[in-house]
């Protein structure tokens, strides 16, 4: 493990420069990136939120459907 990372420390360490060339098509794609990790970050957090809760204690409340269900059920 330690030759491979002294491998790569030695070849990052002696690499020569590239004459890369970033158009804005690249800067855009980053962005975009970055903000599709952001809104996958921030849906997964809403998914799982009542587990979340749970874990740290709270109730999770009940669901509206619920409610929605047993007035539907009542007799008339």
Known sequence: ????FL???LLITFSQQAAAYLDPGTGSMILQGI???IAV???TIKNYWYRI????G???PS???DDEEDETQKPL
């Open 1 to 4: 493990m330690i030759k491979y």
């Open 7 to 9: 491998t790569s420390l």
């Open 53 to 56: 809760r749970a874990f740290f």
């Open 35 to 37: 903000i599709a990790s």
């Open 63 to 65: 669901s509206l459907l």
């Open 41 to 43: 970050a921030g849906f």
């Open 58 to 60: 709270k109730e999770a």
